[in-house]
């Protein structure tokens, strides 16, 4: 009877039982063999699947690196694609492991939801996007003009905020997917998209003739975009938050994907603490001693990540701006390994 | 010696029996306790169960998010809303929306419906053909595909609003919607509201007496004279005294979009059409049995008293098969209400997009609000079961069934 009961609640209460019962994270995804990652349903330079069905971007490659400490092989992945109002749902149900999905940090999503951040992969802010024929330059003159946007994202709430603090009027058209949403947008439904910038010119590269529309200049709200894990299991927490601060190292010491054999074999006991020869750290989080080699080895550092998704190696073409190194003008700072 | 009279069993005791435990007995109620324990165990277990595991993940539960501001904005709302309002008024904006869809989508369901139908049913081959062919093609597809059509088919076809296409410069057509003329009201309003409610009622009490009138003593009295004169004279006449009632508002363009008038979004109209022309083609074929279910003598009968075939069939032939249509168009009714949940493929902001769906987003309480949203369709569903058998049941007393 108590299987038949566990059943009917996981089933009706949206599947919050099985796992609120057991916080062993690792333990599930080593048992299991891959790590789930919730992703978004195809967001280019974060999360897509490209031809072959592979998923590429700056999420995948956290859920990659994560995988690649766990495992030593980042392909043990599962991807589960979610659109912006279910993602949370899908973490609490233990749906998925890891939410590596664009989401923007606020505090009523760290406080409300059973979830927490980890960590900020991405400094972004809200823009728009409009057709060049329109000849608007500012999105102060966007008074009475109508707005595409993704329902379900904190963007929504900034596009209300926004227009009431500027004391201008818009229509809200108020899509389910990002794809519906520039769809609409195309079609001429509405003047203005408007999501994270980054967005903005991922989205661009989907449209038709990209060249006819721009990015306005203003940027409306801070976006600080970052994996979520479940309360609840602090040994997984830690591990999901110094993966990250594991990619910003490595960049901040130089060790790439080609070069960290060689640097393994180097003196420097900033190096040999963090490329596992010297210390325990790795197995303090419950991996290995050689997690950062195993991680750079896998998707390359932060800056790697970031050129080969997002920057100048990929068609976004973004520049670093805020998410440089905190010694090159940027945020991305992670605290010490040692 | 004498034989004491046998006592009847105790009634009571009988009744409660024969009411609980049935062919069984007294067996048959320790079943049906047993099994109501069970049943009531099992809800406990999985309301405890999840309150436990809701607290032990720090997921915040309860409806007092209802009272907290909202915070997005609305692109269609029946009831005043801004973003400042709370997500207890998101819930009813977002009800009232699926409620107009719903209701709107019903009324033309019912009339394509039932002109389908009687075009399959028509001798005329060209007629029975395009009926059939229209009830082929609309039931065989995915309504999602048919709504996503619509948008895209209406979108694709209609101008930006600076080219759009004026209806004697008063109404214009864009790919923003439909913008007519808004009526505001002025001082003659309320006199003139007051006649025409009036008008309706003592014409539709006409309408009574004419027909007890007609039933009781045979007497034909004719009507419609003064019908007229009350639903058009007397307003009128009020015009006069009082001055016109209300004047409109003629949108204009201003910027990007029309500013004035009342404005009709694409995406209604995409939905309701997709909805209504997608059950129209399952009632047709219900209302096609109900016609074929009475037999064909009535309509030869019909034809004997010298009716045509239009006044056989509504005086005689739809009456005794609204008995057989009413129960399954309820369920068409049903379906559509339900239906109108895909609105939030094309954006438009019915209950699911806003509140189960941006709400929900936006709290994260899962269990409250999807309990809400469908606590909401279960009371819209059986109130519209309800009024539809109230509704058959006075169809088949009429008959005297």
Known sequence: MKRVTLALTLALAAGLSAQAADAQTLKTVKDRGTLSCGVSQGLPGFSSPDDKGNWTGIDVDLCRAIAAAIFNDPTKIKFVPLSAKDRFTALQSGEVDVLSRNTTWTISRDTSLGANFTGVTYYDGQGFMVKKSLKVNSALELNSASVCVQTGTTTEQNLADYFKANNMKYEVIAFATNDETVKAYEAGRCDVFTTDQSGLYANRLKLANPNDHMVLPEIISKEPLGPMVRHGDDQWFDIVKWTLFALVTAEELGITSKNVDEKAKLENPELKRVLGSDGNFGEQLGLTKDWVVRIVKATGNYGEVFDRNVGAGSPLAINRGLNNLWNKGGLQYAPPIR | ?401
């Open chain 2, 1 to 401: 010696m004498s034989t004491e009279a046998r006592k009847p069993p105790p009634q009571i005791a009988l009744k409660i029996r024969r009411a609980l435990g049935g062919k069984s007995g007294w067996n048959g109620i320790v079943v049906q306790f047993a099994f109501a324990a069970i049943l009531g165990w099992i809800g406990y277990e999985i309301v405890s169960n999840t309150r436990a595991n809701l607290e032990n993940q720090h997921i915040a539960a309860g409806f007092g998010f209802l009272r907290n501001n909202a915070g997005f904005d609305v692109n269609q709302t029946l009831i005043s809303y801004t973003g400042s309002d709370t997500f207890l008024r998101v819930f009813v904006v977002g009800l009232l929306n699926t409620l107009v869809v719903s209701v709107v989508g019903i009324f033309f369901a019912t009339v394509i419906g039932f002109i389908v139908a009687l075009c399959r049913l028509s001798p005329n081959w060209l007629l029975s053909r395009v009926g059939e062919i229209y009830v082929e093609i609309i039931r065989n597809l995915p309504l999602l595909f048919q709504i996503l059509f619509w948008y895209l088919a209406v979108l694709a076809a209609l101008p930006n609003p600076r080219q759009s296409i004026s209806l004697l410069g008063i109404a214009f057509i864009s790919n923003r919607g439909l913008v007519i003329p808004r009526p505001i009201g002025e001082s003659g309003f309320e006199p003139f509201l007051a006649m025409l409610v009036l008008g309706i009622v003592v014409s539709l009490g006409l309408r009574f007496y004419a027909r007890r009138a007609l039933f009781e003593r045979g007497q034909v009295i004719r009507i419609w004279p003064s019908v007229l004169a009350l639903l058009f004279g007397l307003p009128l006449a009020t015009m006069l005294v009082f001055g016109l009632p209300f004047t409109f508002e003629l949108p204009q363009l201003k910027g990007f979009n029309f500013a004035g008038g009342s404005r009709i979004i694409p995406e209604f109209v995409a939905l309701t059409v997709a909805l209504s022309t997608y059950t129209a083609a399952f009632i047709a074929e219900i209302v096609r049995a109900g016609i074929l279910s009475v037999h064909k003598g009535q309509m030869e009968a019909g034809s004997s008293l010298g009716l045509s075939r239009g006044a056989t069939l509504r005086l005689i032939v739809v009456p005794q098969a609204m008995r057989v249509i009413v129960p399954p168009l309820t369920n068409q009714y049903l379906n559509l209400t339900k239906n109108s949940s895909l609105a939030v493929a094309i954006g438009y902001p019915d209950l699911v997009s806003v509140f189960a769906g941006t709400s929900l987003s936006q709290t994260g309480q899962a269990i409250e609000i999807i309990a809400m949203t469908m606590g909401i369709y279960l009371l819209i569903s059986l109130v519209t079961s309800a009024v539809m058998s109230v509704y058959g049941w006075r169809v088949s007393r009429s008959l005297g069934a």
